[in-house]
T-cell receptor, first 111, second 115 residues
Framework: QKEVEQNSGPLSVPEGAIASLNCTYSDRVSQSFFWYRQYSGKSPELIMSIYSNGDKEDGRFTAQLNKASQYVSLLIRDSQPSDSATYLCAARNTNAGKSTFGDGTTLTVKP | DAGVTQSPTHLIKTRGQQVTLRCSPKSGHDTVSWYQQALGQGPQFIFQYYEEEERQRGNFPDRFSGHQFPNYSSELNVNALLLGDSALYLC??????????????FGSGTRLTVV
């Protein structure tokens, strides 16, 4: 079992719809979670971080964390074609400086 | 405010050769982590440097080594290259490892091809 698991996709949504990306993690001591966006051929870019249970909103993005279920999600509202990318979920525990990444979910937003 | 700088951008090496990749972290960051990303996979942790010491290491052989300099820049060295070492190598800079709620800033990466 991978430490951080994501559906590989591809996930396809129409423009203007809500895209929902999910991530589960196995290490219960993971405390901080991050979503990165990676365009094809580019390096990852940090979108959101979350470390408390509940929702955290930033513009069109909402991250959700449920530590009891070991589940993290990212919602993208009013999806745009420019949101088409691979979204990487990462987890970090308090004892480790490193982040462990999932393999990413590829999102395609169709005009 | 300079971001993370990696060099070179692309590199082609022959099996058995050695390679050195370089990274300058974002201004204000003092921790450098190196990741290997194969096509279609997430970044895999190689090691992390803080205060010029290797603080953590992933499941990579000793052929992979690194260094951090007093100005926080870092090098990744790979000896005895294998075809399987072909990947995108990412440098991620951040604050001190204890700043666990702080995410990474990635460089643009070095695409290494071993032939």
């Amino acid at each position: 079992q991978k430490e951080v698991e994501q559906n590989s996709g591809p996930l396809s949504v129409p423009e203007g719809a809500i895209a929902s990306l999910n991530c589960t993690y196995s290490d219960r001591v993971s405390q901080s979670f991050f979503w990165y966006r990676q365009y094809s051929g580019k390096s990852p870019e940090l979108i959101m971080s979350i470390y408390s249970n509940g929702d955290k909103e930033d513009g069109r993005f909402t991250a959700q964390l449920n530590k009891a279920s070991q589940y993290v999600s990212l919602l993208i509202r009013d999806s745009q074609p420019s949101d088409s990318a691979t979204y990487l979920c990462a987890a970090r525990n308090t004892n480790a400086g490193k982040s462990t990444f999932g393999d990413g979910t590829t999102l395609t937003v169709k005009p | 405010d300079a971001g993370v700088t990696q060099s070179p951008t692309h590199l082609i090496k022959t099996r058995g050769q050695q390679v050195t990749l370089r990274c300058s972290p974002k201004s204000g960051h003092d921790t450098v982590s190196w990741y290997q990303q194969a096509l279609g996979q997430g970044p895999q942790f190689i090691f992390q440097y803080y205060e010029e010491e290797e603080r953590q290491r992933g499941n990579f052989p000793d052929r992979f080594s690194g260094h951090q300099f007093p100005n926080y820049s870092s090098e990744l060295n790979v000896n005895a290259l294998l075809l399987g070492d072909s990947a995108l190598y990412l440098c991620a800079s951040s604050l001190a490892p204890t700043e666990t709620n702080y995410g990474y800033t990635f460089g643009s990466g070095t695409r290494l091809t071993v032939v």
